[in-house]
């Protein structure tokens, strides 16, 4: 990298320790031209077990209280990119003010936890992608450049999500014809690593779209199917129908808050599934993947490689 500042020379990873930013952190300490690679977590909720892993990676491990705005821009005063794969019900609030840090630190660039489907693109409303909505429109208001990073399903998990493999059943909205991208978890953090030596994200920020494999739901259906030697039990929803119960399963969860989160991610299942049936482009990545050289694990490897290790 050149035309970089002389003091902000580390990359700095935030959530290292939680399920998308342990998988993607091996192949994000790859990335070249930083002289030191920094992994920032909270003292009262970290995993010490996975982030003594990330030590052994090469990641320097950092305590920090998020809720202290001087701690944080202390921690981020010599980062050159810093990356968050953070989630959860304070992640707006969380990355906001690691934006704030980012400006009164100089970081050079921030790629947000935008990972998923193209919020820019994505034409449905939903309450997770509103969110992440708005972390970009602050990013923007204090002049942060921003890489935003999406990658369509994650392929090594999301038939956890989207269906119920214990019971083999799953939910095919109209033909289920639509395309969707699929990317394994430890691939982004490859790419990404690739990504972080393009220049062109430096001035501005940018987007970054990648995708392992691209496939219909009724494609990715019938290779889980392979995988798993059963068939699915299959519940058929037309396009409004799922849209009905989406809203439906949304307000009970909204009524009844955390006591049923299970309402909310099934909701939030039937909104990923059924947005592509309502011709919503925004989980198809084909037209602006990039690769960046790395073979990427195919929606059939990722799962069968995730079988293996179950």
């Known amino acids: 990298m050149n035309g970089h500042s002389d003091t902000n020379t580390k990359l700095v990873l935030i959530g290292g320790t939680g399920g998308l930013g342990n998988e993607m952190a091996p192949g994000l300490r790859s990335a070249q031209g930083f002289d030191g690679y920094v992994a920032l977590v909270r003292d009262e909720t970290t995993n010490w077990k996975k982030a ?24 981020l005063m010599d980062a050159r990119v810093v990356v968050s794969t953070l989630s959860g019900p304070e992640l707006l609030k969380t990355e906001k003010r690691v934006i704030d840090a980012c400006r009164a630190a100089r970081v050079e660039l921030f790629v947000p936890s935008q990972f998923g489907v193209d919020t820019t693109r994505w034409t449905g409303k939903f309450p997770i992608f509103e969110t992440k909505k708005k972390i970009l429109t602050h990013a923007e208001n204090r002049l942060v450049p921003v890489l935003k990073v999406y990658t369509g399903i994650f392929s090594d998990v999301g038939f956890d999500f989207l269906t119920d493999i214990k019971s083999m059943s799953a939910t095919i909205i109209g033909a289920g014809d639509a395309n969707i991208s699929f990317t394994k978890r430890s691939d982004i953090g490859l790419v990404l690593a690739r990504a972080l030596d393009d ?3 430096y001035d501005r920020g940018g987007e970054l779209s990648m995708e392992g494999d691209n496939k219909t739901w009724a494609e990715a259906l019938k290779i889980a199917e392979s995988i798993y030697g059963r068939e699915f039990k299959l519940e058929r929803l037309t396009p409004q129908e799922a849209l009905q119960k989406e809203k439906a399963l949304l307000a009970k969860a909204n009524n009844n808050g955390e ?16 947005e592509p049936m309502r011709k919503n482009p925004g989980c198809d990545l084909r ?3 990039k690769s960046y050289g790395v073979k990427m694990e195919t929606l059939e490897e990722a799962m069968e490689h995730a079988l293996g290790g179950a």
């Open 52 to 75: 003594e892993a990330l030590g052994k990676q090469g990641w320097t491990i950092k305590s920090v209280d998020f809720d202290e705005m001087d701690e944080l821009k202390e921690a």
């Open 199 to 201: 220049e062109s994200y």
């Open 259 to 274: 006591d049923d989160m299970a309402s909310f991610y099934r909701a939030f299942a039937l909104h990923l599934l059924g």
């Open 287 to 289: 037209r602006k993947a």
